[in-house]
């Protein structure tokens, strides 16, 4: 099969090339998946991850990629769930091989069925931004109807989804980003906007929580607009600073079957929008992971027509 290599950490995506490699095989409860679209993360080749084992041994040349939409071709000993010939998309495990490939095995329960009314290029754009942004303001952030929150980058991947789910739920949503990313956030549901380059972000006033994706300063500063009792939710490492009267969790994205369902759920009736930038075929990928200016929405690599 063909898939996108990598060798060498310090070259980045520069380092990618495409080769052919063995089709895997179907371990114990695993499927085999023929891979539609595969969504890319940049930040993932500086995941340890993504270049070593779950022992620390060193697994190059490594296939990246953890966002797929496919077809379940083969089933492992013992899988139960899914049968061969379905539709699925999800969230490829982080120390195993990756989706920028024709073929990926992963364990099925990675996965949920993907509905036939939604394009592979849409199911594969979801699992990493929407299961973060589902995780981040519902199990970690425990977001209420009628609470308000800080949502940093607010235009991204990320950001759009937390906007809209924050929105669905009930509450006032404060976006951030750079000035030109305004429009965009406001499409997307924020109520307000704070461009972080202009304005003062401490006039927000308290709020019950902040959704990170940037880290540093910005963490920083708005750790103390965390109102008594509100949550602090960081995707971006370890935290930096913590609200002096509420809480602050970081966590890492987690493959979760019935999330993806409520997601692909609203994607379908219209309460849920995708942000795709970038689209590519795995051929002609490079150019599509080597932007030569800032990324507008996630990249997907068409794998198949």
Same mark, same amino acid.
């Given at each position: =099969?063909?898939?996108?290599?990598?060798? @060498?950490?310090?070259?980045?995506?520069?380092? =990618?090339?495409?080769?052919?490699?063995?089709?895997?095989?179907?371990?114990?409860?695993?499927?085999?998946?023929?891979?539609?679209?595969? +969504? /890319?993360?940049?930040?993932?080749?500086?995941?340890?991850?993504?270049?070593?084992?779950?022992?620390?041994?060193?697994?190059?040349?490594?296939?990246? %990629?953890?966002?797929?939409?496919?077809?379940?071709?083969?089933?492992?000993? +013992?899988?139960?769930?899914?049968?061969?010939?379905?539709?699925? /998309?999800? &969230? #490829?495990?982080?120390?195993?091989?990756?989706?920028?490939?024709?073929?990926?095995?992963?364990?099925?329960?990675?996965?949920?069925?993907?509905? !036939?009314?939604?394009? /592979?290029?849409?199911?594969?754009?979801?699992?990493?931004?929407?299961?973060?942004?589902?995780?981040?303001?519902?199990?970690?952030?425990?977001?209420?109807?009628?609470?308000?929150? &800080?949502?940093? +980058?607010?235009?991204? $991947?990320? %950001?759009? =989804?937390?906007?809209?789910?924050?929105?669905?739920?009930?509450?006032?949503?404060?976006?951030?980003?750079?000035?030109?990313?305004?429009?965009?956030? *406001?499409?997307?549901? #924020?109520?307000?906007?704070?461009?972080?380059?202009?304005?003062?972000?401490?006039?927000? !006033? @308290?709020? @019950?929580?902040?959704?990170?994706?940037?880290? +540093?300063?910005?963490?920083?500063?708005?750790?103390? &607009?965390?109102?008594?009792?509100?949550?602090?939710?960081?995707?971006?490492?370890?935290?930096?600073?913590?609200?002096?009267?509420?809480? $602050?969790? @970081? /966590?890492?994205?987690?493959?979760?079957?019935?999330?993806?369902?409520?997601?692909?759920?609203?994607?379908?009736?219209?309460?849920?929008?995708?942000?795709?930038?970038?689209?590519?075929?795995?051929?002609?990928?490079?150019?599509? *992971?080597?932007?030569?200016?800032?990324?507008?929405?996630?990249?997907?690599?068409?794998?198949?027509?």
């Amino acid at each position: =099969m063909k898939a996108i290599v990598v060798t @060498d950490q310090a070259a980045g995506t520069r380092g =990618m090339t495409l080769a052919e490699r063995p089709v895997p095989s179907a371990a114990i409860n695993d499927v085999v998946v023929r891979i539609h679209a595969s +969504g /890319f993360v940049p930040t993932e080749l500086e995941w340890p991850s993504t270049w070593t084992d779950r022992t620390g041994r060193d697994k190059t040349p490594s296939i990246p %990629g953890h966002e797929l939409a496919g077809v379940v071709t083969a089933l492992g000993y +013992g899988t139960t769930g899914l049968s061969v010939g379905q539709r699925v /998309f999800g &969230l #490829a495990d982080w120390h195993r091989d990756g989706t920028l490939a024709e073929y990926l095995a992963i364990e099925a329960r990675n996965l949920a069925p993907l509905p !036939g009314d939604v394009d /592979f290029t849409v199911g594969a754009s979801l699992p990493i931004s929407g299961l973060t942004a589902w995780q981040g303001l519902f199990q970690h952030g425990r977001l209420q109807p009628g609470q308000s929150i &800080l949502a940093h +980058g607010a235009a991204g $991947a990320v %950001g759009t =989804m937390v906007t809209q789910l924050a929105r669905e739920a009930g509450a006032y949503v404060i976006g951030t980003g750079r000035a030109a990313d305004r429009d965009k956030a *406001l499409d997307f549901g #924020a109520h307000e906007f704070v461009d972080l380059e202009q304005d003062a972000l401490e006039d927000v !006033g @308290d709020v @019950d929580v902040v959704f990170d994706v940037l880290g +540093g300063d910005v963490q920083k500063r708005s750790a103390a &607009l965390v109102r008594a009792g509100g949550t602090l939710v960081s995707v971006v490492g370890p935290i930096q600073a913590r609200p002096a009267e509420g809480r $602050a969790v @970081d /966590f890492v994205v987690e493959a979760d079957r019935a999330g993806l369902g409520e997601i692909v759920q609203r994607v379908r009736d219209g309460r849920l929008r995708t942000n795709i930038g970038n689209i590519s075929t795995l051929d002609d990928a490079f150019a599509a *992971l080597n932007p030569t200016e800032r990324r507008k929405g996630k990249t997907i690599i068409r794998v198949r027509p």
